[in-house]
């Protein structure tokens, strides 16, 4: 079955970084576009990035564009988040997700928390 485990999530400074990673399974991972989405405590849950199979485009939201980068490593079945100038508004629960026969799965979400 599909399976999407995240990690590296943790509490960061303002201006810190930190690189999220996603180990996918249970699918072919090479043929699957991938994305990152995180929600906020009493907030909506909200795409950030996306990357295609190819990595030819990827797509970020206004509010992280410039401090986040999405990769992938077909190889690995891994998906990353590059999150750099972290914000306090950048505090949620990161999740990957992907499309697979129609229909949509999550990982378990890792916490992100940006404070001082």
């Known amino acids: 079955q599909v399976q999407l485990v995240e990690s590296g999530g943790g509490l960061v400074q303002p201006g810190g970084s930190l690189r999220l990673s996603c180990a996918a399974s249970?699918?072919?991972?090479?043929?699957?576009?991938m994305s990152w989405s995180r929600q906020a405590p009493g907030k909506e849950r909200d795409v950030v990035a996306r990357i295609s199979v190819a990595s030819i485009v990827t797509n970020y939201a206004d509010s992280v564009k410039g401090r986040f980068t999405i990769s992938r490593d077909n190889a690995k079945n891994t998906v990353y988040l590059q999150m750099n100038s972290l914000k306090p508004e950048d505090t949620a629960v990161y999740y990957c997700n992907v499309l697979v026969n129609g229909r949509d799965y999550w990982g378990q979400g890792t916490q992100v928390t940006v404070s001082s």
């Open positions: 249970g699918f072919t991972f090479s043929l699957n576009n």
